[in-house]
């Protein structure tokens, strides 16, 4: 692994997307190149894998079930794509990677951190993120932002105690882990949150 692998993760409605695609914005504009992708999916065989996990028709999915899918679907990107992505020395950016399974699956769907750890050893072990950028906004403010949310999306339709749970998650993550994780205050502005991210990704000689 010789590129820089940099992850973003949050709760749903901090503004995630945005974010990202003004840092990919900022990275056209100044000539850094880059590969970005987005978890669960981005390959093929992985897409299809998302498509089953967050289609709202499979109410009877099982938690176990589901948290093994996401890591199937990491694994299949990862062997598939970001592996020689990395070995070619390329700056690959993740939307969501694994610490999203650890705080969704692990924390707030309660099968616990070892279980979520185990079955996604291959990611943890042979490609931990360099830097996880995490936006920081509970979800009450998050979804106060966004105005509510979104119908056909099973996860988000989970109640707002599950969202809190996967936020205590993050915060538990980021304090056992201070070298990785990038703790961005994502409460003000978009273009205030963008230049914490740019500054903080500057420092670490990232971009
Ligand atoms: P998406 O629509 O991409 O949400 P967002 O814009 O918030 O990233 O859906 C991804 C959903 O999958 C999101 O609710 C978080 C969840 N997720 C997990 O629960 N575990 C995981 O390992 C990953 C990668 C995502």
Redesign the pocket.
Known sequence: MKGKFITFEGC?GVG??RQIKLLQEYLDKHGISYYLT???GGSLISEKIRNI??DSENKKMTDACEALL?AAA?VQLLDEILKEKLDNGELVIC????D??LA??GYARGLGVDFVSKINAYALENFLPDYTVFLNLSPKDAFKRKGGADKG?R??QSGIDFHNKVYNGYLELAKSDKERYIVIDASGTKEETHNKIIEELEKRHVI
């Open positions: 749903e995630k997307s987005r978890e669960p996990i967050l996401y990491r939307d969501r990677y694994v999203s399974s969704y699956q999306d996860l988000e």
